[in-house]
Nanobody, 127 residues
Framework: VQLQACGGGSVQAGDSLRLSCEVF??????????MGWFRQAPGKEREFVAA????????YYGDSVKGRFTISRDNAKLTADLQMNRLTHEDTAVYFC???????????????????WGQGTQVTVSS
């Protein structure tokens, strides 16, 4: 499985952005897979942003984005999108999408659960 992320850019605080992650490949179990978004700012550890279970759409969010970001998936297009609203300077980071193609064995909030990663897309928010 390969992941292709897009949608990053430079915006002003308070603006919105939508990131999209497309899944390529056959080894993607739609009944068990999870898709996640993580981010990493310079000098900081990779941070969990959001995740979604592909089978039933159950979502999970990091505390810093809850209420502002929304993760969704499109079963026909095989994409997982991250709608980001009310962006702040603290949201500035490289955003990575990730897939647990055979399903997570533990918490979806930990990067170790994901076996496929996209290339990262930069989001810059000016205050």
């Amino acid at each position: 499985v390969q992941l292709q992320a897009c949608g990053g850019g430079s915006v002003q605080a308070g603006d919105s952005l939508r990131l999209s992650c497309e899944v390529f490949g056959r080894n993607f179990n739609r009944y068990r897979a999870a898709m996640g978004w993580f981010r990493q700012a310079p000098g900081k550890e990779r941070e969990f942003v959001a995740a979604i279970m592909w089978s039933d759409g159950t979502t999970y969010y990091g505390d810093s984005v809850k209420g502002r970001f929304t993760i969704s998936r499109d079963n026909a297009k095989l994409t997982a999108d991250l709608q980001m609203n009310r962006l702040t300077h603290e949201d500035t980071a490289v955003y990575f999408c990730a897939a647990a193609t055979r399903g997570p064995s533990g918490t979806v909030r930990h990067p170790s659960q994901y076996n496929s990663w996209g290339q990262g897309t930069q989001v810059t928010v000016s205050s």
